[in-house]
């Protein structure tokens, strides 16, 4: 099904009667922020299914600002008491002359992913049917297996929002992932393994043996590892995998690129636009429209339509990511990056799907004239330090290179570099373009993004390891 309009939360008349109940001492600019969300979630541990677990949000955040200063109030429920109770207190702080909102207009086109089958109508016994199946893909890829885990979860978000400059648009977002971990033992090592699959799709996205292959992928690469070899070190060339290897891009580059750190002077993006910072083929997007993916939504959580923003483009920085307030600073109009973990929050500019764009080598090419060097198929976790662009990203599963094949499996790596100078020296990327999910935080605030590439090979970075 393709929900071609989404069902708004309160109409017209009672979102800007809120909106002008809201600029009643004064202010700039007003905003209602609904949202209606349920979900479930059902995980398997030791082949044993855990209770599912059902809930369900509803309520209203008003916000009002004035000059640099903003004013927040929400409330659970979405009657008109419960409306007009937020704007009173969001108002409270103000004492100037009452400001008059202009006329909602409904957002045109907007358009929502389409769900083949809507998972909250999929029997719970099904999904528990699927995590079981998940379970003994996994077991039976090996006889070192000594644990899995599997997640399934699915989330409906609805969501509407009115402001004062007339914008009224709704969106219907529908979520469904799967993770699993797998651990494997053999005389005292243990190894894990992890993927996921997920996306703004329905639960035919796990069905057909996809939930299976996952399993299968997270179980392969316990069992390599059981086999690793200490990491090299030293400077070398790396090859990033694709999918998850893109929370690299996500890390050390977009978050750099969002407008409040650029305004703050706190990020090493800041006064970059139109420089040139990575080889001349080099392109990358903020994309919240990529159909069917994690990040994607029809509108952002102030309203704006979601779009495609090519942050780099031939190598130079050709955009930031912003919402409605920093983009008021600086005179441009809002990417669609405004977001928000809830109706309790305020929006931040955030990421959507982020990634770089496929390139057209294949991973084969960029692996075979690697003499010496290391392949990061995945990552599990980092640090940067957004003033500087210095980074320390620890890998997860990685892979020796040695005359341009992949040969031993590595533990305990990191990569170790600085963002700009990783930028300049990519010399590589693959067209085997796959997006993975995660949840990014940010301000206190989770919110679903997606990361992507595909295989991207870096000149030279510092690998740290512990081989002689």
């Not at 007009?84 to 909102?101: I, K, N, V």
């Not at 969501?159 to 053999?186: H, K, P």
């Not at 206190?444 to 000149?459: D, F, K």
Request: charged share 25%; net charge negative.
């Amino acid at each position: 099904m393709t929900r071609e309009d989404p069902e708004h939360l309160v109409d017209a008349e009672l979102a800007g009667r809120t909106v002008a109940r809201a600029l009643a001492n004064g202010g700039d600019f007003a905003e209602l922020f609904c949202e209606d969300r349920s979900g479930l979630s059902l995980a398997i541990d030791e082949s044993r299914i855990e209770r599912a677990q059902r809930g369900a949000d509803r309520g209203a955040g008003v916000r009002v600002v004035s000059g640099e200063t903003t004013y927040f109030a929400h409330v659970d429920g979405l009657a008109e008491a419960d409306l007009e109770r937020a704007a009173d207190a969001a108002a409270a702080g103000l004492s100037g002359d009452r400001h008059r909102p202009q006329a909602m207009a409904a957002t045109e086109g907007v358009g929502t992913q389409e769900i083949d089958t809507d998972p909250a109508a999929v029997a719970a016994e099904r999904k528990a049917e699927l995590l079981r199946a998940c379970d003994e893909r996994a077991r039976a890829t090996g006889g070192e297996v000594a644990q899995v885990q599997a997640g399934y979860s699915e989330a409906r978000r609805r969501i509407t929002v009115a402001n004062s400059d007339g914008r009224f648009a709704s969106d219907d977002r529908t979520r469904v992932r799967l993770g699993v971990q797998v651990v494997a033992a053999r005389d005292g090592t243990v190894e894990t393994g992890f993927e996921t699959l997920g996306g703004h799709r329905g639960f035919e996205l796990v069905e057909g043996g996809a939930g299976e292959a996952i399993a299968e992928r997270a179980a392969r690469a316990a069992l390599a590892l059981l086999d690793a070899g200490p990491a090299p070190a030293g400077a070398m060339p790396v090859v990033v995998g694709n999918g998850f290897g893109g929370v690299l891009f996500h890390e050390m580059t977009g978050h750099g690129l969002e407008a409040d750190h650029i305004q703050k002077g706190a990020s090493v993006y800041a006064g970059r636009l139109g420089e040139d910072i990575a080889p001349p083929f080099l392109r990358a997007y903020d994309d919240g429209r990529l159909p069917g993916e994690w990040g994607t939504e029809g509108v952002d959580d102030e309203g704006t339509p979601t779009r495609a923003t090519a942050v780099i483009h031939e190598g130079r920085v050709t955009a930031y990511l912003y919402d409605l307030l920093r983009a008021r600073k600086d005179g441009v109009e809002s990417t669609g990056n405004g977001r928000r973990q809830s109706f309790r929050h305020l929006p931040i500019p955030r990421m959507t799907n982020t990634f770089i764009a496929p390139g057209e080598a294949t991973p084969e090419e960029l692996i075979e004239s690697v003499k010496r060097g290391f392949y990061a198929v995945s990552f599990a976790g980092g640090q940067v330090d957004p003033t500087t662009g210095d980074f320390v990203f620890g890998v997860s599963e990685g892979y020796l290179l040695e005359g341009g094949e992949v040969t031993r499996p590595c533990r305990g790596a990191t990569l170790i570099g600085n963002c700009l100078g990783a930028l300049r020296k990519i010399d590589g990327v693959a067209g085997d373009f796959e997006v993975k999910t995660g949840f990014c935080g940010k301000g206190g605030q989770s919110v679903p993004t997606g990361v992507g590439q595909g295989h991207v090979r870096i000149a030279e970075m510092t690998v740290g390891g512990t081989a002689v």
